[in-house]
């Protein structure tokens, strides 16, 4: 290198150290050749110097920890390698330097091993301004609660290569995200399915090629704003997974591919109460496989109420751009479709009343009601049939199945067979059926 760009470089050198020197910080740590170096951030006198990297910063923390109080740690510009997980305990704030608009970070933490980067351990901590990296072969998150704790704010996070997810909540409530970049995960981005946490905020969370951006399985109270993803062929989890949780999704963007669609549903919402507020599904579901219940763009199931408000379904490749099963009730307001009729059940029952006749085994009970009668492979159906009168008792065991009964490829029709013929009579026999589409 000529002498120039040596001097230069040793410039920039001592420019970043000193601005690091000059951060507000109760302690700071930053690279120096092999090295991470803690000092702390008033007197500089040196906490602690190592190769590893991950023992310093355990180091710091644990002196802010040690005198009895909160504090910040600044991380400085660089990559430091990460051994083993750094428990964080309550009031710590760990920040990496911002490139002066606070936007990109340039400090990461690449993980060596299959466990946490973080363990959050206490109430008010916040993480912020770092990519943290790992390995497709990892299982575990980048960051887990110890258990449920309170007031934690995780922003401008980038997550790299994992094969685990990013954040796991495990119960801990008033917890504030912002400007997440899941890249390549395995798992969700943001997950909680422990206890019942109240108050989790969400904004700015934007994909590639993440397999899932949120699982909530329980949260009360919840607002996700400003989500979305680029298209991730080989995704298996829905986008986004609501059970047994209330709150609302606002302002949101998801577009698969032109000709393949997405794989997976986009909402995938159980047992809760979700107002879909103002964004667009483009380019959604499967062509190559329009019916599947996992792969329309928004599935509701399991006695949920869900209010889609100002939803744009735009080149929708599933054969609708929603589904609801019979327990379950979906309001649209100012919803605009790429096609048209757009909402069907994947489930429904009910009590069919017949007469028998003494010699007659086989009845049509009548159409089922799914999927506007579109079920051409009675195999994807489950088909269930129970005696309700005393001459259907008496007649039985029996069995219900799907029927083609115009010969048109569509098997819209249940129809029940009885081991006997049922007495003669009117309005004699009885049978609760019910019918579920599977896919």
Not at 32 to 44: E, F, M, N, R
Not at 130 to 137: M, P, V
Not at 211 to 238: H, Q, R, W
Request: with cysteine; glycine share 10%; aromatic share 10%.
């Amino acid at each position: 290198m000529p002498l120039a760009g040596l001097k230069y470089k040793k410039l920039i050198g001592k420019l970043q150290t000193e601005n690091y020197f000059r951060t507000p910080a109760d302690v700071i740590v930053f690279r120096k050749g092999d090295l991470a170096v803690a000092i702390k951030g008033d007197t500089k006198e040196t906490i602690a110097s190592s190769t590893d990297h991950a023992e310093v910063i355990q180091k710091a923390i644990d002196r802010i920890n040690n005198e009895g109080r909160g504090g910040r740690i600044i991380l400085g510009h660089g990559s430091y390698k990460i051994t083993e997980t750094i428990t964080v305990p309550k009031g710590i704030t760990i920040s990496g330097i911002s490139q002066g608009d606070d936007t990109v970070p340039s400090v990461v933490l690449w993980r060596t091993f299959d466990g946490e980067i973080f363990l959050i351990d206490g109430d008010r901590v916040t993480i912020k301004n770092l990519i943290l990296n790992g390995r497709e072969s990892d299982t575990r998150d980048f960051i887990s609660c110890s258990s449920a704790h309170r007031f934690l704010k995780f922003e401008q996070l980038t997550f790299g290569k994992n094969g685990g997810g990013g954040i796991n909540l495990n119960g801990s409530y008033w917890v504030e995200i912002i400007n997440i970049r899941p890249l390549i995960l395995g798992d969700y981005a943001i997950k909680n399915t422990a206890g019942s946490p109240v108050g989790i905020y969400i904004r700015s969370v934007w994909g590639y090629q993440t397999n899932g951006l949120v699982n909530f399985d329980p949260v009360t109270g919840f607002v996700i704003e400003n989500i979305g993803t680029d298209y991730y062929p080989s995704a298996s989890n829905p986008m986004v997974r609501i059970k047994n949780s209330t709150g609302v999704i606002e302002d949101f963007d998801f577009e698969g591919s032109d000709t393949d669609g997405f794989p997976v549903n986009i909402f995938y919402i159980i047992g809760s109460r979700v107002s879909i507020i103002g964004g667009k599904l483009r380019n959604c579901g499967d062509p190559n496989d329009p019916w599947n219940v996992l792969k329309v763009p928004i599935y509701v199931k399991s006695g949920s109420f869900v209010t889609l408000d100002t939803v744009h379904f735009n080149l929708t490749k599933s054969s609708r751009d929603f589904m609801a099963d019979a327990t379950s009730i979906i309001k649209t307001i100012s919803v605009q479709f790429a096609k048209g009729a757009h909402g069907y059940l994947t489930k429904n029952s009910g009590v069919a009343t017949l007469s028998g006749d003494g010699s007659t085994t086989d009845f049509l009970i009548g159409e089922h009601g799914l999927l506007l009668s579109a079920i051409t492979d009675p195999s994807k159906a489950i088909v269930k049939c129970t005696p309700a009168s005393a001459d259907a008792i008496a007649a039985s065991p029996l069995v219900c199945y799907l029927s083609d009964e115009n010969s048109d490829g569509k098997y819209e029709s249940v129809r029940v067979k009885f081991a006997s013929a049922p007495a003669s009579g009117t309005d004699n026999v009885k049978v609760v059926w019910e019918v579920e589409y599977i896919g």
